[in-house]
């Protein structure tokens, strides 16, 4: 099969991108040229936001049966993707986000109204209202360079899925994480850690808060699976690990592979410093059911959860960002648990 990825040299393009040649299918990749292309796939250079109408012929000429767009970002964008091969293409695979749920908007604050059950499910309530602000949106496009001002992707799915003459499959994902991961989401715990902190501080309401997570080899997985069976034409798939960990279990999982002899503590929010505290209704869990994916298309997690934070750790240590979008105040936590040791019953 001929499988273009829209996006294939970013964080889960080459883990897809190199399956998918592995199982014998011809690949393209289009990207702008600012990283290698997976070794075995054809490179065309190229915005994705030019597809019509610079890069539709050289798109066309490579004949895709499947497109995969791993960085859409708006209506805008699908919009672009759908014109630019309907009548070429026999079907599209959509990266959108668990983001669109009315749970996001609830956790964020930007829905009213009470707390969404969870685990959500393809056909819970999709949220209303945007979600980020502009000022977050600014941040997000300094680390992925795809966001644009107008994202969302609730419109964008909808435009995907509604041509039938181009069905669309969407694949919701988590906080995706492992090598390349352009946030670094285990950074906050893991340089703690290797800067010998004597304690890793969790505010309680954050400490027991659940979000859903996926290995970002096992999620190229899932788009693997969409994209090989046509069974997955018209679908919405949720993709997330079998157990959402709360965050502290997730920062008991990195401790567990590491040497790190200190303690974790969790703190009330009211005693925890500011930075260390998530704005919004942790109140409201963020975790998606997978069991549709794992029922309809056989998904599986390839790499166990204690091997992807081992491989993820080793990333994050060769590969420290540049610049942490996570703070740090040693001093504001070194007063906090001063205060909170000598207010202890044992203290006394």
């Known amino acids: 099969m001929r499988i273009l990825v829209i996006g294939g040299s970013g964080f889960i393009g080459p883990f897809l991108v190199r399956r998918l040649i592995a199982l014998g299918h011809e690949v393209a990749v289009l990207h702008r040229g600012q990283a290698p292309t997976p070794p075995g796939a054809t490179a065309i250079v190229g915005d994705r936001r030019e597809l019509l109408p610079a890069a539709a012929p050289r798109l066309r000429r490579f004949g895709a049966e499947v497109v995969i767009d791993l960085i859409i970002s708006s209506a805008a964008d699908a919009a672009n993707l759908m014109a630019t091969f309907l009548g070429s293409a026999r079907r599209t695979v959509m990266a959108s986000s668990m983001d669109v749920y009315r749970a996001a908007g609830v956790l964020h604050g930007t829905e009213p109204g009470k707390l969404q059950a969870v685990p959500l499910t393809e056909d819970s309530e999709l949220r209303n209202r945007a979600l980020y602000t502009p000022e977050r949106l600014a941040v997000m496009q300094q680390i992925m360079q795809w966001v644009d001002p107008l994202y969302d992707k609730v419109p964008a799915e909808r435009i995907l899925l509604g041509e039938p003459e181009l069905p669309g ?31 890793i501080i969790l505010p309680a309401d954050l400490a027991g808060w659940r979000w859903s997570r996926g290995y970002v080899e096992n999620v190229a997985e899932a788009f693997v699976l969409a994209a090989l069976n046509d069974e997955a034409a018209g679908r919405v798939y949720n993709v997330a690990e079998p157990h959402a960990c709360s965050e502290l279990e997730w920062t008991q999982k990195i401790v567990a592979q590491t040497v790190w002899r200190g303690e974790i503590v969790v ?37 166990a959860i204690e091997e992807a934070v081992r491989r993820t750790i080793a990333w994050e240590r060769a590969n420290p960002p540049r610049h942490s979008i996570f703070p740090f105040d040693y001093a504001a936590e070194d007063a906090a648990l001063k205060k909170a040791r000598q207010s202890s019953p044992a203290s006394n």
């Open 169 to 199: 499959t969407v694949l919701r994902l988590p906080a995706v994480y492992g090598p390349g991961d352009p946030i670094h989401r285990l950074w906050p715990v893991l340089k703690r850690i290797d800067d010998r902190r004597p304690a």
């Open 267 to 303: 703190l009330p929010p009211e005693q925890t410093p500011a930075h260390l505290r998530l704005p919004g209704n942790t109140a409201q869990d963020w975790v998606g059911s997978s069991e549709r994916i794992r029922r309809e298309l056989g998904y599986r997690e390839a790499v």
